[in-house]
């Protein structure tokens, strides 16, 4: 497992076993996922947890690991953390694989649609922003819908609005 899969599946692992406290939801939601990780572990399932997929290139990339990446590569632009780089705090790599790592044998995504609920001051316009970017240049679904996003991208990132 890879470096991002495996800081979700320790995530979800250490908030199952109670030594990360948090809400009923978060727990069955880190409960499906260890359940699902073993349910879809075969290569007949119809859906794989973060898998080697090609591009339309014929470059390997692993959806997950992607689309963290590409969020780490991205600078803060606000705030006392201006300029400095994107570090994904493992909550937040839980959700983003989660959400972006089940994928079809074709790289189509399990997940169409999440509902994040995040308290004031846990960088939820950074992380929607960067998803939003993320899905108008870097996402190889090819038919990913990234207008949701635009109006967040123009707010934590006003340099695009320039």
Request: hydrophobic fraction near 40%; charged fraction near 25%.
């Amino acid at each position: 497992m890879s470096g991002y899969a495996a800081s979700a599946k320790q995530y979800a692992q250490r908030v199952v076993s109670g030594e990360i406290l948090t809400c009923e939801w978060v727990q069955k939601a880190c409960k499906r996922q260890l359940d699902d990780l073993i349910r879809f572990k075969r290569k007949s399932s119809i859906y794989q947890f973060n898998p080697e997929l090609l591009d339309r290139y014929g470059r390997p990339y692993r959806p997950a690991d992607n689309l963290c990446a590409f969020i780490e590569r991205l600078p803060h632009v606000k705030g006392p953390l201006a300029s400095r780089m994107i570090v994904l705090e493992p909550w937040q790599v839980f959700i983003l694989s989660t959400v972006f790592g089940w994928v079809k044998s074709d790289g189509k995504r399990r997940f169409r649609r999440s509902y994040i609920e995040v308290p004031r001051g846990n960088a939820k316009s950074t992380l929607s922003s960067a998803v939003g970017l993320y899905m108008l240049a870097a996402d190889r679904e090819g038919v990913a819908s990234s207008f949701a996003f635009f109006g967040r991208v123009l707010s934590a990132y006003p340099r695009v609005n320039s």
